[in-house]
């Protein structure tokens, strides 16, 4: 439903400084950090982001009104952004973005005291999530309610130390092991006595989230692990007039899905079957070969094609598909991951074909601008008056919360439209429809 086109949202100006924290300084994390140190630099154009690339069409089309996004929303500018973030491992972003080794020293050396200045917060880590990581820097406190309220103080504290006008987080955390929400997840009380009691159904990311909404801190999950996406955390948001988003950013394999299962069904072409595979030698590869950790990944990955392809409404093309996704560690490869695709499709009469693809990609190229984005929209979110699940950011994540009952849209083209039109109808333009009218 669209706003009267005489009623934009009053927004508030992006003034000051906003704070971008990341619980995990890792692969995604340091490359996002220091594409955005390049970018101010030395003009490094922060390709991939479409808060920064992209151009939105207003009204008509022969109007010719094509602004930037950056250039119609008021979002935060790169140059206001001051990084932070938590890690039981890496000791400062420039560390982290050696050691993951996804990009090259010579696009590090300028801005390596940067980077080393980004130094991790010691984290609330628990072995029991990741059994892969053994975290060093970690808060020395057992009580969850404790861990809680450190994070908050950290919060805090950060914001006053870099003179911040605003703070968004967005996790870039390991993959924490499988889980189903537990009666300590129903509502905010019942998670804080969870707090005070250690119950063992709280895992670290979910109390990150609880101290940035106690802190009135919009909360970004781009990990597919339970946490934003729990009935107390939705509760909380609201309460708070937070927002928050979730989860597992889109990216590599996941997103070739959503660019090519909406391409079939709108030819109405059948689909047999989709056998993924990958090999990924990065920490979060590492991780991921933990079989807890990976069926969290797996649950997210496998959801893409059910709700584009919809089997229910279309049962002749969809209804008996053979979905599969692997991961394979294999630490040669480093964060270039190499993903596969088998693909059996069928068309007139039944005829069987196949599509194949060999998508050799770089993950965290592919996830620093979307973690870029999720920032500067969250803000802008926060910035609006809106709290709770922000849907209209679905484009970004392979397992979009849903605001609502209806499951969250997972076409990566309606998810682009619904965004465009977000922003339009915020600042008061029409809706574009793309029909013949318009
Ligand atoms: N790169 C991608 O394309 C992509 C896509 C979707 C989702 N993700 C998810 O994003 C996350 C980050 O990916 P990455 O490649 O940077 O992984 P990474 O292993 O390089 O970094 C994750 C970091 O999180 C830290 N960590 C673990 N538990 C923590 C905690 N409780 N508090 C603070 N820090 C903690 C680890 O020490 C590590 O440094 C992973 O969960 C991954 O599954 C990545």
Not at 188 to 213: M, R
Not at 237 to 246: E, F, H, T, Y
Not at 279 to 296: M, S
Request: net charge negative; with cysteine; hydrophobic share 40%.
């Amino acid at each position: 439903m669209f706003l009267n086109m005489a009623e934009p949202v009053q927004i508030a100006p992006a003034t000051g400084k906003l704070g971008v924290l990341t619980p995990g300084l890792g692969a995604v994390a340091s490359t996002f950090i220091a594409g955005v140190l390049r970018a101010r630099q030395d003009g490094t154009p922060p390709l991939g982001s479409v808060s920064q690339m992209a151009h939105i069409r207003l009204g008509r089309r022969e109007d010719g009104r094509n602004p930037l996004i950056r250039d119609f929303v008021p979002l935060a500018s790169l140059d206001d952004l001051v990084f932070g973030g938590w890690d039981p491992i890496s000791p400062n972003a420039l560390e982290a973005a050696r050691t993951c080794g996804v990009l090259d020293e010579r696009d590090l050396v300028s801005i390596s005291s940067q980077l080393e200045g980004v130094v991790a917060m010691d984290a609330v880590f628990d072995q029991r999530w990741v059994s892969r990581l053994d975290g060093q820097r970690v808060k020395n406190l057992t009580n969850k309610w404790d861990q809680a309220m450190a994070l908050m103080e950290d919060i805090e504290r950060f914001r006053v130390e870099n003179d911040c006008d605003r703070l968004v987080i967005v996790w870039c955390g390991s993959t924490e092991a499988f889980q189903e929400a537990s009666a300590v997840h129903e509502t905010v009380e019942a998670f804080e006595q969870g707090l005070k009691d250690n119950d063992d159904n709280i895992s670290p990311s979910q109390i990150y989230v609880y101290a940035a909404l106690q802190s009135g801190v919009p909360f970004a999950n781009g990990a597919p692990n339970l946490s934003t996406d729990l009935p107390c955390m939705v509760q909380l948001a609201q309460q708070r007039g937070v927002p928050i988003v979730g989860k597992d950013f889109k990216t590599g394999q996941t997103l070739m899905k959503t660019l090519i299962a909406p391409g079939l069904k709108a030819r109405m072409l059948g689909l047999r079957g989709w056998y993924s595979t990958n090999i990924l030698g990065n920490r979060d590869g590492e991780v991921l070969d933990a079989p807890e950790n990976f069926k969290t990944k797996e649950e997210s990955k496998l959801g893409v094609l059910h709700t584009i392809l919809q089997p229910e409404v279309y049962p002749t093309l969809y209804g008996n598909i053979d979905h599969v996704v692997r991961i394979n560690y294999y630490p040669p490869r480093g964060d270039n991951k190499e993903g596969w695709d088998a693909i059996d499709i069928f068309g007139w009469m039944g005829y069987p074909m196949q599509i194949k693809i060999d998508f050799l990609c770089r993950d965290s190229i592919l996830a620093a601008p979307i973690v870029l984005d999720l920032a500067l929209f969250m803000d802008l979110a926060a910035r609006a008056g809106q709290s709770g699940v922000q849907e209209w950011l679905s484009f970004y994540l392979k397992a979009p919360q849903a605001a609502g009952e209806h499951p969250a849209e997972q076409d990566l083209f309606i998810q682009q439209t619904k965004m465009k039109n977000t922003l339009r109808q915020w600042m008061g333009e029409e809706p574009v429809t793309h029909s013949e009218a318009g």
